[in-house]
């Protein structure tokens, strides 16, 4: 059977793996997945293919039985939102989150609110590949309706965030959803915001969508320029967050992330979840607090899945991408924003002093190139040549692509990605020098691996 779903949806360069036809079919492969009734809510991102992908999603939904409620431009999170709050049976959001305007994708919701697993994926799949595709008959075919849900949305993540006092924040949305509720969302909490790159564009011309800290130089600059005490970044579709601390430094992900999930932990055992690239400073952080660091694969779907099986209190990747479960299994960029932004009013610190007061553990993080089709091939020659070209292994895990580690507590992760044609390289030494020379070495003995 064939493949459709990566790590986060379907997703590909619209015209060629995205395509009217695969979007028009997938509505109805979902139709058919649900029993051909029931109501699916559709979000998208103002991409330039999104309108055209909506349309052929609700026809391909309708024909199969559905009604379709369009939630219109919205943040991911905010359809599993409107899941929850609508009742539905599915919900769909359009989307390719961070990658280029020429990329789009479609993710599917479960009725709790969170993503769909790899298990109900491979359904999908199979009626997709096996053409079981079922149309409703003329008297059976869905309706379809438009719903605003947003205001909804901004009451329920403002309930759940307290502040001592208002902030003066910037905000760069990259022109995507997350225009649409993140000032909104903190000026409601009492905070002075400045926006940039806060109008929708498809083309988002204000910047690359990944909110990574070459991306966020501008945002840096604003920041320290009029004295702000945060500013804050979102992808395309507003389900991360990245930080800039009051002297215009982009926070370090790990770091950041380490913050929050220690802030969650109330009681002893709480349990953390993050992923397999995630720097030992979340061990640390948590452990200080009496909490539990549980690891597992790469993506929001493996994380939210393993806080479902744990009662954790709280997951989140060094991306940006942060579940906090008591509001709902899914990433969620405004709600990240809101609570670094309770962070600092609960310790009464800057965040500048927060992030320096943690130990260092240096992350190097590089992309390589390798086309899709040729991942799993180079992925297992680096395998075999890993323990022959790299000295001092103390261990191999292969939980989610392939991460080894150094008697001196170095390590690396070497994994494909599942939504762009890249392997994806962490590493992380005991200072910066060792940290660039693991990397150095597993970017050689990878490429090296890609040629043969």
Known sequence: MGKLFGTSGVRGVVGEQLTPELALDLGLALATHL????????????????DMLESCLTSGLLSGGCDVKRLGIVPTPAVSFAVRRLKAKAGVMITASHNPPEYNGIKFWAPDGMAYTPEQEGAIERIYFGKRMKPAAWDRIGKVGAVDVLQSYIDELAGVVELERGYKVVVDCGNGAGSLVTPYLLRRLGCEVVTLNSQLDGFFPGRPLEPSPENLRELCSVVKSIGADLGIAH??????????????????????????????????????????DASGTVDECVDAKKGKVIRTKVGDVSVAAEIKKRCAIFGG????????????????????????????????????????????????????????????????????????????????????????????????????????????????????????????????????????
Request: charged share 30%; aromatic share 4%; with cysteine.
């Open 35 to 50: 029993g051909g009734e029931g109501s699916v809510v559709l979000g998208k991102d103002p991409r330039t293919s999104s």
């Open 235 to 276: 992808d395309g579709d507003a389900d991360r967050a990245a930080a800039v601390d009051e002297l215009g430094r982009v926070a370090q992900p790990d770091k950041l992330l380490a913050l929050i999930s220690a802030h969650q932990v109330g009681e002893k055992g709480d349990i953390v979840v993050t992923t397999v």
């Open 317 to 452: 990747e060094p991306c940006g991408a942060w579940i906090f479960p008591k509001v709902h299994l899914v990433p969620d960029g405004p709600l990240a924003a809101a609570k670094v932004l309770e962070l600092l009013s609960s310790t009464g610190k800057r965040l500048s002093e927060l992030l320096d007061e943690l130990p260092e553990h240096p992350t190097v993080r590089k992309k390589v190139a390798c086309p899709n089709e040729k991942k799993a091939t180079t992925m297992k020659k680096f395998k075999a040549k890993l323990k022959r070209e790299f000295k001092g292994i103390s261990d191999v895990l292969t939980i989610d692509g392939i991460r080894f580690s150094f008697k001196d507590g170095s390590w690396a992760l070497v994994r494909p990605s599942g939504t762009e044609p890249y392997i994806r390289v962490t590493a992380e030494g005991r200072t910066p020098t060792r940290a660039n020379e693991i990397t150095g070495e597993t970017v050689r003995i990878l490429k090296k691996a890609m040629r043969g």
